[in-house]
Structures are given as structure tokens and as C-alpha cells.
């Protein structure tokens, strides 16, 4: 298997060739939203020379538009590990989708009834539910998190489930401070209950495999533009769960949960991104001894592959940027610092340095050409339960796999000069 070739994979990300004073730039800025590689580019182009036509058309660019959206919903059927194509949905993005489900899944719940939420996720996962159940008579639970490694509690969460639970939601990672939470575990103890679970995994699907058939949830969405693709999202929902919800659609629609209109250009991109990894799995991945896809679609043994290559190499940055940062004084890193922990923690690590403001650190690094977040990126909650929501939030380095050594050692650098 060859090794993992970061530059080669660089050449294919136009973006990345941008200068800032006769400087790359260094983008650090993933977890909010990746660079995309040309075919990305060329296919959404592309789209609007060769296909763009609404759908269910007799004629060719209708048929093809048509063609492309199946095609698009098995790429991400096999992404995620689902079943068939038609248990994803697309959307504008994680929070639409979510707000949108939502509604439906309020529309089965009652007063006395409970949701549980926990403190370590993004605010679409926490305050949708919160204002479905406002609006219901619904009981929300919030579970805590461990504050020395920003990990979520798992006692506290045992303790919130009862026999009134209808809904656990929960992220994959933390898109704060890059925790990742043993979902499957999550799912199982809240079925036990006759809980639904939604998983948000908008910030663990750039940097590994995902298989929800394996976790059992029975809802997980993720977004397109933070795994190299352009601004859509995706709602994977078990078949028989989505049919036994109520939709709201109008009468006409052709999908009880796609409503309206497609951005059919992102869903062309969407699928370009999908191919892209795929590649990643061809030249860089054990597309044979695929975990967890023996039995898989080809597609999916290579999307598995790609994306068990980029975890290995993005663990192995994730060390060098923490040990970087541990050795400069002043810094608090939040979240995983224990090596042998770091299976259960993706490369989004945040930061506060003393007596230095996030957004004067994010402009310093800015004028430098190290595009990095600052704030507390909608984990609201969480930012807030940290102490740092007074004091502008934290400091985010994000890194995905097209990040090098040589960025992680010069943004280190540029870190110890801030004070």
C-alpha cells in the first residue's frame, strides 16, 4: 500500500495554491468548511452546461439531472453505509435538515415525553429540539460533559435516560474541540429505553469511515461542504422510521422529505466529492481489507479505504500540533490531550492563550496566511460550560488531510510569537 502522498492530493485543491504576501496560505479553517478539489469545480460547472433541467422531465437534460440525483443518492447511500439510497435525503445543510425532520418527529411526541441533548454539541443539535419540545410540552435533558477532556459524561447521560426518553440527539464529534463519542454505545443504551437517536456527524464524516447500519442510528446527518464538496447536507434515516413519520410537503412533491426544487448542482458536486475519495481509497487505501466492508458495494469498499488512509495521516498531525502546543507556555488546549485516547478525538483542536483575545490570536494568524476560527463556532452551550463564552470563545485549528507538517509547524511558530 503506498504511502499516503499529501501533496499529490494538495495538487488536485486549487485553493490551495492561493499566496497571501508571496506566502501559501495555510488552511486551517476546515471544520467550518473544506477547500474542494477541481473535479468539485469542474462538476458543478459542468452542470449548468450539460444538465440543467428540473426534474421528471421527458428530454434528455431532464434525464440526465435524474440520472445524476439517483446516482448521487447511492454515492452517499455508501458514504455512510446505508442500506439503500433511499433512506438519504438531501438538504441545504445539517441545520435545515435537522429543523425540517424535526417537525416531524415533534409531530409524534407528546407533553410529559423527553428528549435528551447533550452539552458538548453544536446548537442545531440542541436548540431545534429544544423549541420542538417548547412548542409540544416535551421535557429536554441536557448531559454534561467531563471538563479536564471536554468528553461526555456517560454516567450523566445513563442517568437521563428513563422510560419517557423518545429522543437521544447526540454528535459523532465535537466540532468545538474534535471529541468523539462512542455512538454506537450511545445508540444501543438509548434503544434499550425505545429511544430514536440523531446523530449529528457534520464534524466526524471529513476524517473517517462512517457505517450506520453498524451504529444502528436510526438518523445521522452530516454536510457535504465539510468533506470537500460544495454547500448541501444529508440526512441518512432508517426506511421504516421515516415511514412511520408524518411529513409536511406539498401535495405534488416527489419525496415525502425533499421538498421543492433541488440545488441539483450541489448534488452534482456532492457526488464528484464522493469520487474524489473514492481515489483516495484506490491509491492510498486497503481497499480489500476494508473494515467493515468485505461485503460492500465497490464504491463503498473504496470510500471506506480513503477514508481509514486520511484518519491514520491526520492522527499523526493531530500529535505533532498538540505536542507543539503543549510545549508553548501560556496555551490551554481543551479537549483529548492523552495520546492513547487519541482514537477518540478528530484534529479539530482548540485553544486559549493568556492575556491574548481569540479573534486578536485568528487576526494575527490571519495577517500570516494561517486562515484559522475563533468563537465558539454555534457550541454554544458548550463554550459557555468551559468559562470561555465572556471572553470570546476559543481559538480553533482545524486540520483535515490535505494539511502538512510544514503548516502545523509554522502555525506553532507563529503561536509563540503571540506573546
Same mark, same amino acid.
Not at 110 to 115: F, L, V
Not at 253 to 279: N, P
Given at each position: ?109 407528546? &407533553?410529559? %415525553?423527553?428528549?435528551?441533548?447533550? /452539552?458538548?454539541?453544536? =446548537? !442545531?443539535?440542541?436548540? @431545534?429540539?429544544? +423549541? ?120 405534488? &412533491?416527489? %419525496?415525502?422529505?425533499?421538498?421543492? /426544487?433541488?440545488?441539483? =448542482? !450541489?448534488?452534482?458536486? @456532492?457526488?464528484? +466529492? ?132 510544514? =503548516? ?12
Amino acid at each position: 500500500m503506498p504511502a499516503f502522498d499529501v501533496d499529490a492530493l494538495r495538487a488536485e485543491f486549487p485553493a490551495l495554491a492561493r499566496e497571501q504576501n508571496g506566502r501559501p496560505v495555510a488552511f486551517l479553517d476546515g471544520p467550518g468548511g473544506t477547500q474542494v478539489p477541481q473535479r468539485v469545480i469542474d462538476t458543478v460547472s459542468g452542470y449548468f452546461r450539460e444538465m440543467n433541467a428540473n426534474a421528471g422531465g421527458a428530454f434528455r437534460t431532464s434525464e440526465l439531472n435524474d440520472a445524476m440525483v439517483d446516482e448521487a443518492h447511492a454515492a452517499v447511500a455508501d458514504f455512510l453505509g446505508a442500506a439503500s439510497a433511499s433512506e438519504i435525503k438531501f438538504g441545504y445543510n445539517m441545520s435545515t435538515l435537522t429543523l425540517h425532520i424535526g417537525r416531524s418527529i415533534g409531530a409524534t411526541l407528546k &407533553a410529559g %415525553d423527553e428528549i435528551v441533548v447533550t /452539552t458538548l454539541d453544536h =446548537e !442545531a443539535n440542541v436548540s @431545534t429540539w429544544r +423549541a420542538m419540545a417548547a412548542d409540544r410540552g416535551v421535557t429536554v435533558q441536557t448531559v454534561d460533559i467531563h471538563e479536564d477532556d471536554v468528553t461526555l459524561d456517560l454516567e450523566d447521560l445513563e442517568s437521563k435516560l428513563g422510560p419517557r426518553t423518545r429522543l437521544v440527539a447526540v454528535g459523532y464529534a465535537s466540532n468545538a474541540v474534535g471529541s468523539v463519542n462512542p455512538v454506537r454505545e450511545i445508540v444501543a443504551r438509548a434503544h434499550e429505553v425505545g429511544a430514536l437517536t440523531y446523530v449529528d456527524a457534520v464534524a466526524y464524516a471529513p476524517h473517517g469511515p462512517i457505517d450506520v447500519q453498524a451504529l444502528d442510528t436510526d438518523f445521522l446527518v452530516c454536510s457535504a461542504y465539510k468533506w470537500f464538496g460544495p454547500h448541501l447536507g444529508a440526512l441518512y434515516g432508517k426506511a421504516d422510521v421515516f415511514d412511520r413519520l408524518p411529513a409536511y410537503k406539498v401535495r405534488a &412533491a416527489h %419525496d415525502r422529505f425533499e421538498t421543492g /426544487t433541488a440545488a441539483f =448542482e !450541489a448534488i452534482a458536486g @456532492t457526488l464528484a +466529492a464522493t469520487d474524489y475519495l473514492r481515489d483516495v481509497g484506490r491509491s492510498f487505501g486497503d481497499v480489500s481489507g476494508a473494515a467493515g466492508a468485505a461485503n460492500a458495494s465497490e464504491r463503498r469498499r473504496e470510500l471506506v479505504a480513503g477514508m481509514t488512509a486520511i484518519a491514520a495521516y491526520e492522527r499523526d498531525l493531530v500529535i505533532r500540533l498538540i505536542d507543539g502546543l503543549e510545549a508553548i507556555a501560556g496555551v490551554t488546549i481543551h479537549g483529548i490531550t492523552d495520546r492513547a485516547a487519541f482514537a477518540s478525538r478528530v484534529p479539530t483542536v482548540s485553544v486559549s492563550i493568556d492575556g491574548v483575545h481569540p479573534r486578536a490570536a485568528a487576526e494575527a494568524l490571519g495577517r500570516q496566511g494561517i486562515y484559522v476560527w475563533d468563537g465558539d463556532f454555534y457550541a454554544t452551550g458548550l463554550i459557555e460550560r468551559l468559562g470561555r463564552a465572556e471572553t470570546g470563545g476559543v481559538l480553533r485549528l482545524g486540520l483535515v488531510h490535505y494539511n502538512t507538517t510544514a =503548516e502545523v509547524d509554522r502555525t506553532l511558530e507563529a503561536l509563540a510569537r503571540l506573546h
